[in-house]
């Protein structure tokens, strides 16, 4: 990707070598055009001297008199007009004097037939052989009786050399007042556009990474200037309104974890006794006996039934058959470990998951909350058979009783209803025959 800065150079180089190289171009041209103008000019005077001179040996038929003329004529000019040959043609177009030694050789070029039979002088460009381009000049001889012309060749290597040295002369200045130029402009609009921009562009870099304390430091009173500015404000607004966002996200993040939690905690407790419900005891249950069938491990199951409820309900009201039901509940949840769980199966039933417990200890802790339920002051107890409120209860042992979990609910049941059958507020187990305590 190119940058600002190659950018700027190319777009502040470009222009200028453009303009230079232009006048350059046309310089050279102009040039160009002067010096063939004026070598045109030159040869074509020294060929009309050089025709002037050839006049009387030609009418005369002195042939040796036009080769001495044609003879000085070439060494006198070839290095300073660089002429490569010289050529006396009568009217007829027969060669009467060469330097390339052609006498009586007949020219059939229309070009050179038409000067020595007219008068009009004529130049044209042609090319030889070893020498590059030439300039061919063409002047009649005589003035009013046409006798003949003379054909000279003039080299342009030399003025295509001088032109060339023109050239690179030209190509250098251009560079260095391109580079001058450059080099000026560059340091005033570094300082003024590309800092700026830049300081402006890390600026906009940190603030995307989130450093929105970020500020760009540009002072200038221009577009860039107006431009910093509304992106520093736009960025403290931006960061006061970030600070005000993660706030409300904090406080809302605050609010929803409050609300998962009531409703993780509604949907796994009773909303009565704010005991566990049925659907989630059995899902601990479940993983209880995973775990132990992979440990080794045992555990106890207990299950209560409050005793005369229906009676209880009915003789005092749901509302004090409700604050029964959390009464007893509040005894069963001080009762038992934190290891343990106690959660309300239905109605008025509970259940305990006594873990690590074996059979003994479940009946011990069974008997204990029974007694503690019994000697409870309950409000309208003395409405109850015997003036007080009781349960009664059931228990089974994993993995004994059973090695699943509908198979131990089903045996801490039976034995429950043994319990009841035998008078109520009594414990018994799996394995009782006989009531495991009598009434008090």
């Known amino acids: 990707m190119i940058g600002i800065r190659a950018k700027l150079i190319l ?18 041209r102009e040039l160009q055009e002067m010096m063939m103008q004026q070598m ?28 001495n003329i044609v003879d000085r004529f070439t060494k006198a000019n070839a290095q300073e007009l660089g002429v490569v040959y010289v050529y006396i043609v009568d009217y007829e177009g027969f060669i009467r004097a ?7 050789h007949r020219i059939t070029d229309p070009f050179v037939l038409e000067v020595a039979q007219r008068e009009e002088r004529r130049s044209r460009f042609t090319k030889m052989d070893g020498e590059g381009a030439i300039l061919e000049l063409v002047s009649p001889i005589g003035s009013r009786i046409r006798w003949g012309a003379v054909v000279a060749g003039f080299s342009l290597r030399s003025l295509h050399q001088q032109i060339r040295t023109r050239q690179r002369h030209l190509l250098i200045v251009v560079i260095v007042l391109a580079l001058l130029v450059t080099g000026v402009l560059y340091l005033a609009l570094s300082r003024s556009v590309i800092e700026p921009i830049q300081d402006l562009s890390r600026t906009a870099e940190q603030v995307g ?8 430091r540009v002072v200038a009173h221009d577009e860039i200037g107006q431009l910093a500015n509304s992106f520093n404000r736009m960025t403290e607004q931006l960061q006061k309104y970030t600070m005000r966002l993660e706030e409300a996200v904090a406080e809302r993040t605050r609010q929803l974890q409050e609300l998962n939690s009531q409703l993780e905690r509604l949907a796994i407790t009773d909303g009565l006794t704010a005991l566990f419900n049925h659907r989630y005891f059995k899902e601990n249950l479940r993983e209880e006996v995973d775990r132990c069938k992979r440990t080794g ?69 069974a008997n204990k909350i029974r007694e503690s339920v019994a000697s409870y002051p309950f409000h309208y107890r003395e409405h109850q058979p ?33 319990a009841k059958g035998a008078g109520k507020n009594r414990v018994c187990s799996t394995q009782d025959n006989e009531p495991e305590a009598e009434p008090t």
């Open 297 to 365: 491990d045992v555990f106890s199951l207990l299950l209560f039934d409050i005793d005369f409820f229906k009676q209880f309900n009915d003789t005092n009201g749901h509302l004090q058959g409700d604050k029964l039901l959390v009464g007893v509940a509040d005894i069963l949840r001080r009762a038992i470990r934190k290891t343990d769980m106690v959660a309300r199966y239905g109605g008025e039933e509970f259940v305990v998951l006594a873990v690590n417990t074996a059979r003994d200890g479940a009946m011990q802790l």
């Open 386 to 418: 015997g003036g007080r409120v009781t349960i009664s209860g059931g228990v089974a042992m994993f993995p004994e009783d059973a090695g699943d979990v509908d198979g131990l609910i089903v045996a801490a049941d039976r034995a429950m209803y043994r």
């Open 40 to 67: 045109r000019l030159r040869g074509r005077a020294m060929v009309a001297a050089l025709a002037r001179g050839c006049q009387s040996p030609l009418s005369n038929h002195e042939i040796w008199k036009l080769d």
């Open 209 to 216: 990474r989130g450093s929105l304390e970020a500020r760009t």
């Open 98 to 104: 060469d330097t390339e030694e052609r006498y009586l």
């Open 11 to 28: 777009y502040i180089v470009t222009p200028v070598v453009l303009v230079f190289a232009g006048l350059g171009f046309l310089g050279v």
